[in-house]
């Protein structure tokens, strides 16, 4: 079982940058595929984006261009860079994994799941 915890989370005003970051232990982390996702209030969890085995990347398209995820894997962390944020952009933050090479989009496709954190984007 994969532990993950995120941190980074805050509150900002629009245009601002965040960095998240998930911290991961208890498996072999470059044999992780590791999402990003997020929840607002009354709304389902939505994938933001996600990095797989080879450092292959994907997004949401409301993200692409703003959001940039990557790896460090001698640190066993995931990174959300998130620039030029959006009032729309405010929800809580999880980080998930999944023991598998490819990315996916749905929150079914990963096993483990981090608390979260909350980003709140002031207008």
């Known amino acids: 079982q994969v532990q993950l915890v995120e941190s980074g989370g805050g509150l900002v005003q629009a245009g601002g940058s965040l960095r998240l970051s998930c911290a991961a232990s208890g498996l072999t982390f470059r044999w992780l595929s590791m999402g990003w996702f997020r929840q607002a209030p009354g709304k389902e969890r939505e994938f933001v984006g996600g990095i797989g085995w080879s450092g292959t990347t994907d997004y949401a398209d409301s993200v692409v261009g703003r959001f940039t995820v990557s790896r460090d894997n001698a640190k066993n962390t995931v990174y959300l860079q998130m620039n030029t944020l959006k009032p729309e952009d405010t929800a809580v933050y999880y980080c998930?994994?999944?023991?598998?090479?490819?990315?996916?989009?749905?929150?079914?496709?990963?096993?483990?799941w981090g608390q979260g954190t909350q980003v709140t984007v002031s207008a």
């Open positions: 998930a994994a999944r023991t598998v090479p490819n990315i996916v989009e749905t929150p079914n496709g990963f096993s483990s």
